[in-house]
């Protein structure tokens, strides 16, 4: 299965926690950029957070220091502690994968999940 596929989501209170996972399939001498999109009703689908094949992290301002970002290589899976959570937290939250490496034959092609939805309630 090529589509990664997001879980963990639900509906907390403001000021709790939820621990999303993307699962992602292997290729063989392929490696993953992944990235956390989310997106409220009626806006537009915004990035937040991203781990990538050199280890390097990005947050938005919007959830620095409330949300971590961390992968498994070994079971091609990605997950995203969130704490402190807010209303404006609320939303439908994407997993992305693209496709990395110099012997990767689908270099560059990217992956989006079907999401999760995520509701905080104040």
């Known amino acids: 299965q090529v589509q990664p596929v997001e879980s963990g989501g639900g509906s907390v209170q403001a000021g709790g926690s939820l621990r999303l996972s993307c699962a992602t399939s292997?290729?063989?001498?392929?490696?993953?950029?992944m990235s956390w999109y989310r997106q409220a009703p009626g806006k537009e689908r915004e990035f937040f957070s991203g781990?990538?094949?050199?280890?390097?992290?990005t947050y938005a301002d919007s959830v620095k220091g409330r949300f971590t970002i961390s992968r498994d290589n070994a079971k091609n899976t990605v997950y995203l502690q969130m704490n402190s959570l807010k209303p404006e937290d609320t939303g439908m939250y994407y997993c992305?994968?693209?496709?990395?490496?110099?012997?990767?034959?689908?270099?560059?092609?990217?992956?989006w999940g079907q999401g999760t939805q995520v509701t905080v309630s104040s």
């Open positions: 292997g290729f063989m001498y392929c490696s993953n950029d």
């Open positions: 781990i990538y094949s050199n280890d390097g992290v």
């Open positions: 992305k994968s693209i496709l990395r490496g110099g012997y990767c034959t689908m270099a560059g092609q990217s992956y």
